[in-house]
């Protein structure tokens, strides 16, 4: 599997971002090609310490990393990422890599 991490800096209004983000951001790229799970975070983002200067995690999952790659050049995905200007105005941090069992 291939995953994309999504990690969000705490906004500046949670509950605005909160709201485009599971009314807008969600659905849209759950149009997405190829994408095989979702999960976000549920509750606080916390380090082992406590707090942390993040609002949210999300994790996307892919076949490949070739399929998540062609998944973010589609239309759908390039609308996704465009989306993220009109949320996201703290700033995401994006990981992409391949995973396995160990």
Not at 44 to 69: C, R, Y
Not at 70 to 97: C, E, Y
Request: proline share 6%.
């Amino acid at each position: 599997m291939a995953k994309l991490v999504a990690l969000y800096k705490k906004p500046a209004d949670a509950a605005a971002f909160d709201a485009h983000y599971h009314a807008t951001h969600v659905p849209l790229a759950k149009t997405i090609a190829g994408l095989r799970r979702y999960e976000v975070s549920s509750g606080p983002v916390m380090t082992p310490q406590g707090e942390s200067p993040l609002h949210l995690a999300a994790i996307l999952s892919f076949d490949s990393l070739a399929a998540l790659q062609a998944a973010m050049a589609s239309p759908q995905g390039q609308a996704t990422a465009a989306d993220l200007a009109n949320f996201a105005q703290a700033g995401v941090d994006l990981l992409i890599f391949d995973s396995k069992e160990v």
